[in-house]
């Protein structure tokens, strides 16, 4: 059955949540590398564990609190609580999603953690946040194609959708002063690399259209880069490094510890870069570069769904703006998923 909310109340509560969690992070920057090298010495890198779900005496839901925030609400949680830490890893499953929104972005967060802490991106280096995920996606259909309509024409939408579209277990790497995101997205049989720029309604960073930090049309973007399949039933490594210089940017996407994709230019969309993806979404503007202005990040994970037709009810692209009914969001697939070993590694050039 789905579960709805007003427009009003989810407008609410997606500007607290995001006052909430940039008050939370920021204020807890965590320098996880070493300082930057001098002349002629090489690049030095850190490593930590930032949460192995486990401890003497065993992990709690306290210590899980103390890492992670929940800011967008419990979501499927609220409607019974499945997390656990059993086999020190985090446990959580929803299994059939039980929840749907028809408007903006509520639609995809099943379940999302974030981290109270966020990483300094070195000026010079890399950060490369890593986890093992095991994920299975029960209900899930091969191609299934969403239905729904246009809501300026009235028109049909339908639109077939990959295993991890309709559900799949996420580790997220975000900084929500600029809405740059990167994100693994891990189903039964596949996996794929995401990467995307919130737009401002969505994260809160500015109200004001003629801010250069606004995120409106012309730079926000969600791009499906690669799928791959994966082995089903057993945990994979899922790894995303973030470099940058006074040359440029670019993001790495690894599984396994094998490579998958790789995008220069971070907040160019890949279609107006002339570079191959998987054709979903194609952008609406220009984007920009944004590898100078990305100076901290934080880990999320949970469980996704991303149904919708980008851009997602944006206000700015009405033409594009489709309603998709409860029934077509939530069929009667799901998500188990567990979550270990979550690792932050910083390498500064010299």
Known sequence: MGVRMSISTWRTRIRSALAVTLLAVVPLVFQAGAAPAGAGERASSTSVVYDSFSKPGGYTIDDYA?????????????????????????????????????????????????????????????????????????????????????????????????????????????????????????????????????????????????????????KMYTQIIREVPVT???????????ARNAAGSSVDYFLDGALVAHVDRVGVPLDVQGQPYTGTYPSLGPGEELGQKINHLVIGHGLFSLLDAFPFQHPEAPELSVSIPVSERAFGQGAIASFDDFKVKTTTNK
């Open 232 to 242: 089903p039933g057993i945990a994979h490594r899922v790894s995303i490094r973030f």
């Open 66 to 218: 103390a890492k992670w925030s929940n800011p967008y609400g419990p979501g499927e949680m609220a409607l019974g609580d499945t997390r656990s830490f059993a086999g020190s890893r985090f446990n959580v499953s929803a299994a059939p999603f039980r929840t749907a929104y028809d408007f903006s972005v509520f639609d995809h967060l099943k379940y999302i953690g974030i981290s109270t802490q966020a990483f300094r991106v070195p000026t010079d280096g890399a950060i490369e946040i890593s986890s093992t995920i095991k994920a299975s996606t029960p209900g899930t259909q091969p191609g299934r194609v969403v239905h729904g309509t246009y809501l300026a024409t009235g028109a049909p939408y339908a639109q077939p959708t990959l295993e991890g579209q309709q559900a799949g277990a996420v580790m997220n790497v975000v900084d929500f002063a600029t809405g740059q995101l990167f994100d693994w997205f891990v189903s039964g049989g596949t996996a794929f690399a995401l990467i995307e720029r919130l737009p401002s309604s969505v994260t809160g960073n500015t109200s004001d259209t003629s801010s250069p930090d606004y995120v409106g049309r012309e």
